[in-house]
């Protein structure tokens, strides 16, 4: 599917939620390296602070992310996104001393209706690891983290 094609549609409503997923360019496996996963994961605060929006569940995979997201007032659903993907890129691309396109151009989105289950979507998305095995306990994997759980 095409940027274009995913950007179709996409509406952001305040006080709305969304699942999100994005992904390194080329699947590339940048977060097995703790240092730079740590860059990313500092982010998602700033990214909180700077767009009045709440992060409520999000899972760093080695080469993807996934969040559900609650905007707030005057949030943007594309500008949270897009802020959160070229901040970690410059701060990781700093401290590697390169200047390497870290994320894909798109990101998919999935608006939550409101008789959605938050606790199951949010049990899915911390899950991955599991799923991938990269653990066999979520509390041995240091990439996630959720409101609800």
Not at 76 to 82: A, F, N, Y
Request: aromatic share 14%; proline share 2%; hydrophobic share 35%.
């Amino acid at each position: 599917m095409s940027w274009n094609d995913l950007r179709k549609g996409r509406f952001s409503q305040e006080q709305g939620e969304y699942f999100i997923t994005f992904n390194t360019q080329n699947k590339q496996t940048y977060f097995n390296d703790f240092r730079i996963a740590s860059i990313f994961c500092s982010q998602i605060a700033m990214s909180e602070h700077q767009h009045n929006c709440i992060w409520l569940t999000w899972v760093l995979m080695p080469d993807h992310f996934h969040g559900l997201l609650h905007l707030g007032n005057d949030s943007e659903l594309s500008k949270i996104v897009g802020t959160l993907k070229g901040a970690s890129s410059f701060a990781i691309n700093k401290e590697l001393k390169s200047s390497c396109k870290l994320w894909q151009s798109s990101f998919y989105d999935r608006a939550l209706r409101y008789d959605d289950d938050r606790k199951s979507i949010s049990r899915y998305i911390v899950a991955n690891p599991l799923r991938k095995n990269l653990v066999k306990n979520i509390g041995n994997y240091p990439y996630w983290n959720s409101v609800y759980l």
